[in-house]
């Protein structure tokens, strides 16, 4: 819904961020093939490895506050 002296491109704008919030496109993108549970699982998992990988990496970055 258009506000009161706003212009189409912000409203655009706005409603490109909203649906990015709610992450409606991901999920779209997400449920276009069917995932096994197990397949989710192994996913998820890989996931988690990367992450906690970056967290290390992070971590040997920063210089010691010693």
Partial sequence: M????????SLLKRFRKKVARSKVLSTVRQKR???STSEARRIAKQKAIRKAQRRTDERKDRPSES
Avoid at 2 to 9: K, M, T
Wanted: net charge neutral; aromatic share 18%.
């Fill in 2 to 9: 258009l506000r009161p002296g706003e212009s189409q491109q």
């Fill in 33 to 35: 093939w069917f995932i």
